[in-house]
């Protein structure tokens, strides 16, 4: 089975639905996908978990299907995103001096998009 990772680094919502329609895309064609939220990125999770935004919807899909694999612990400390990370329940990811490294991922068979 092909595996991917996409990370996501910019807080463009216009840019994450991208990820979220290629993750949830790639799910319903039988690959293994995952999304990590890394660096600006994190702070979205604030705005896709409420209800109403445009997000949302497609956020709520990729939850339900397991393919939101973390967020970065040292970026959502950094950039306030924290509370909304840890209360969404999203991981919180720090294999790699606080952040979640590629190399893992990798390591797993995973190619990793880098958004």
């Known amino acids: 089975m092909q595996k991917t990772v996409l990370f996501a680094f910019r807080d463009d919502p216009l840019c994450f639905i991208h990820v979220l329609l290629n993750a949830l895309d790639?799910?319903?064609?039988?690959?293994?996908?995952?999304?990590?939220?890394?660096?600006a990125a994190t702070k979205l999770v604030a705005l896709m978990t409420e209800p109403g935004h445009f997000l949302n919807p497609l956020y709520l899909k990729a939850r339900e299907r397991g393919l939101i694999f973390g967020a970065c612990r040292a970026c959502s400390v950094k950039l306030?995103?924290?509370?909304?990370?840890?209360?969404?329940?999203?991981?919180?990811?720090?294999?790699?001096?606080?952040h979640p490294g590629v190399a893992g991922y990798q390591q797993q068979g995973f190619t990793v998009l880098i958004f």
């Not at 995103?81 to 606080?98: F, I, K, N, Q, T």
């Open 26 to 39: 790639l799910h319903a064609k039988g690959f293994q996908a995952g999304i990590v939220l890394e660096g």
């Open 80 to 98: 306030g995103a924290l509370a909304a990370v840890e209360a969404a329940g999203v991981p919180l990811l720090d294999d790699m001096s606080g």
